[in-house]
């Protein structure tokens, strides 16, 4: 089960805002929304590999394998007339 969210406080939302005058300020490039979204955008997407890999960025890995971020894979050669394998890491 999921905490229950808050919304921000007043004050936290005029911190964030101080400063800004017009519009534009906070739509433009180095706008406040722009550096909200690009944060909420991380943070769930490092949620989202947390949940996949089922574990945190830099947490230690319980598993037999210890690297499940990065891995290797065997594939077979593209001619038919080449008998070996080839180990070809995950990019």
Known sequence: MTAAKKAPSPDLIDQLLAGYQKPEDLIDELGLLKQLTK????????????????????????NAVGNTRNGNRRTEPDSPGKPSSQVTPYT
Do not use: C, S
């Open 39 to 62: 944060v909420v955008v991380e943070r769930a997407l490092q949620a989202e590999m947390a949940a996949h890999l089922r574990h945190d960025k830099h947490e230690p890995v319980a």
